[in-house]
């Protein structure tokens, strides 16, 4: 058995950047940009006004106050969108709005709240700085100038300033293809008929085909393959065309867990098998081909949706090309003491961790075993209990790690 730090530097050792491909900006959203993003023009591409007023020159309202007012003739006005051909001179004015172009001559932008206007004149009674309420050209970004450089993931916000420079198609990585195949003779999937007291629901490929998606993956639904070497084997056989491949069950030491045996077979390099973590102990992984990975997942519920947050999905954030994908550890004040009999793996226990300022709190479900999916309800986080620690005191800092 190795330590969990082991097990995720070797998964994410053979973890390689996956291809890229081009997709129109509406379909970038989480992904990792493949190339640099240039701007079009200069932002703003002609100096503009930032609010609605008139458009004056500060060497004619520079000396205003409430005692000597400053009037202006006002020459007309310009909404936004519109070219202007006003040559303001001395002493002179243009009602401008937000976002339109600053008239030839002017430098300053007065908002209506500090001018009266009256038979088009304006007084004003109190002076502004050169250049206030002007937005220069270019003064955000250059025309060339890198906006988005690669590598950078795409949220709302990086979308909407691809669309500024008018990217509408753009080199991203491609979404990793995640195969889930479920193993077990007594594993049923939803809506089958239950013949026997003895069969179960497969959660696990409905949980998983969840967080690939969430990691950002392609699920691909295989369905339920029964115990049965040539039954897997015919999943196995198409291996190539997915870059992860998942099984769930079948990996420990029962009579009937074949994967193990299968995957050499199907051309599976065997990197690790058990690791020294509760749950989820079984766990096995593989490479095949030069990139593809192979988890073998734990059947018991919680065992496999740990795997999967803690070694599936660091994997699948790197080959998306994203930089984050280290699970992060903070420390938080535990609410009440914890205890357990055995010390000898490192233990992931479903936690709920709440802020207040600047402290982190955690408390954790009681239901810590491995079959009980339902550990995860109202949790958002692991607290990790390390290999030889049998009880933590309420008060104490433990690490914990929010889930995906
Ligand atoms: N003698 C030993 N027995 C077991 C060991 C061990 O070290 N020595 N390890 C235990 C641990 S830890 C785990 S975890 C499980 C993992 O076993 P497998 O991966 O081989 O899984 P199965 O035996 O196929 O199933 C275990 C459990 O999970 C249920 N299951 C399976 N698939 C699904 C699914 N798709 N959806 C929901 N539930 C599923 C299955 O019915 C079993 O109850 O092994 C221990 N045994
Ligand atoms: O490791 Mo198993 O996942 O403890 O139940």
Same mark, same amino acid.
């Given at each position: 058995m190795i330590p969990y730090e082991e097990a995720l530097s070797k998964v994410l050792e053979h973890?390689?950047?996956?291809? &890229?491909?081009? =997709?129109?900006?509406?379909? %970038?959203?989480?992904?990792?940009?493949?190339? +640099? /993003?240039?701007? +079009?023009?200069?932002?703003?591409?002609? +100096?503009? %006004?930032?609010? +609605?007023?008139? !458009? =004056?020159?500060?060497?004619?309202?520079?000396?205003? %106050?409430?005692?000597?007012? /400053?009037?202006?003739? /006002?020459?007309?006005?310009?909404?936004?969108?519109?070219? &202007?051909?006003?040559?303001?001179?001395?002493?002179?004015?243009?009602? #401008?709005? &937000?976002?339109?172009? #600053?008239?030839?001559? !002017?430098? &300053?932008?007065?908002?209506?709240?500090?001018?009266?206007?009256?038979?088009?004149?304006?007084?004003?009674?109190?002076?502004?700085?050169?250049? %206030?309420? /002007?937005?220069?050209?270019?003064?955000?970004?250059k025309e060339g100038e890198v906006v988005l450089k690669a590598g950078t993931l795409i949220r709302p916000y990086e979308m909407g300033i691809m669309a500024s420079v008018n990217r509408v198609v753009v080199s991203v990585y491609r979404k990793p293809r995640v195969a889930v195949l479920a193993t077990g003779d007594e594993i049923k999937d939803v809506g089958e008929p239950i013949e026997k007291l003895s069969q179960i629901r497969s959660s696990n490929s409905y949980v998983l085909f969840a967080q690939i998606l969430r990691s950002g993956g392609e699920p691909h639904y295989l369905g339920i393959v029964k115990d049965n070497e040539e039954e897997i084997g015919k999943f196995l056989k198409h291996i190539d065309y997915y870059d992860v491949f998942i099984t769930t069950g079948g990996v420990s030491m029962g009579g009937k867990d074949y994967v193990q045996h299968l995957v050499k077979e199907y051309g599976i390099d065997v990197k690790f098998h058990r690791v020294r973590i509760k749950p989820a102990k079984p766990v096995l992984f593989g490479t095949y081909k030069d990139r593809g990975l192979f988890f073998g997942l734990p059947g018991n519920p919680v065992s496999c949706t740990m795997a999967f947050d803690l070694l599936v999905h660091p994997a699948l954030l790197k080959m998306s090309g994203r930089k984050d994908y280290i699970p992060k550890v903070f420390k938080a004040i535990l609410k009440e003491d914890f205890i357990r009999r055995d010390a000898e793996r490192r233990e992931f226990v479903r936690a709920f961790v709440s802020f207040d300022g600047e402290k982190a709190y955690c408390s954790y479900s009681h239901k810590t075993q491995s079959h009980m999916l339902t550990s995860y309800i109202d949790m958002n986080a692991y607290m990790v209990v390390y290999e030889g620690i049998k009880e933590i005191k309420k008060g104490s800092l433990v690490d914990v790690i929010m889930f995906p």
């Amino acid at each position: 058995m190795i330590p969990y730090e082991e097990a995720l530097s070797k998964v994410l050792e053979h973890t390689k950047l996956i291809d &890229t491909e081009r =997709v129109f900006i509406n379909q %970038s959203l989480g992904r990792v940009l493949a190339e +640099d /993003v240039m701007a +079009d023009t200069d932002k703003p591409p002609f +100096d503009n %006004s930032a609010m +609605d007023g008139y !458009a =004056v020159r500060y060497e004619d309202i520079k000396d205003a %106050s409430q005692e000597k007012p /400053v009037k202006l003739k /006002v020459l007309g006005e310009i909404p936004a969108g519109e070219e &202007t051909a006003y040559k303001m001179e001395k002493g002179t004015a243009v009602k #401008i709005f &937000t976002g339109a172009p #600053i008239p030839e001559g !002017a430098d &300053t932008v007065i908002p209506f709240e500090l001018t009266q206007e009256e038979n088009h004149y304006i007084l004003i009674k109190e002076p502004l700085k050169l250049g %206030s309420n /002007v937005r220069r050209k270019g003064e955000e970004i250059k025309e060339g100038e890198v906006v988005l450089k690669a590598g950078t993931l795409i949220r709302p916000y990086e979308m909407g300033i691809m669309a500024s420079v008018n990217r509408v198609v753009v080199s991203v990585y491609r979404k990793p293809r995640v195969a889930v195949l479920a193993t077990g003779d007594e594993i049923k999937d939803v809506g089958e008929p239950i013949e026997k007291l003895s069969q179960i629901r497969s959660s696990n490929s409905y949980v998983l085909f969840a967080q690939i998606l969430r990691s950002g993956g392609e699920p691909h639904y295989l369905g339920i393959v029964k115990d049965n070497e040539e039954e897997i084997g015919k999943f196995l056989k198409h291996i190539d065309y997915y870059d992860v491949f998942i099984t769930t069950g079948g990996v420990s030491m029962g009579g009937k867990d074949y994967v193990q045996h299968l995957v050499k077979e199907y051309g599976i390099d065997v990197k690790f098998h058990r690791v020294r973590i509760k749950p989820a102990k079984p766990v096995l992984f593989g490479t095949y081909k030069d990139r593809g990975l192979f988890f073998g997942l734990p059947g018991n519920p919680v065992s496999c949706t740990m795997a999967f947050d803690l070694l599936v999905h660091p994997a699948l954030l790197k080959m998306s090309g994203r930089k984050d994908y280290i699970p992060k550890v903070f420390k938080a004040i535990l609410k009440e003491d914890f205890i357990r009999r055995d010390a000898e793996r490192r233990e992931f226990v479903r936690a709920f961790v709440s802020f207040d300022g600047e402290k982190a709190y955690c408390s954790y479900s009681h239901k810590t075993q491995s079959h009980m999916l339902t550990s995860y309800i109202d949790m958002n986080a692991y607290m990790v209990v390390y290999e030889g620690i049998k009880e933590i005191k309420k008060g104490s800092l433990v690490d914990v790690i929010m889930f995906p």
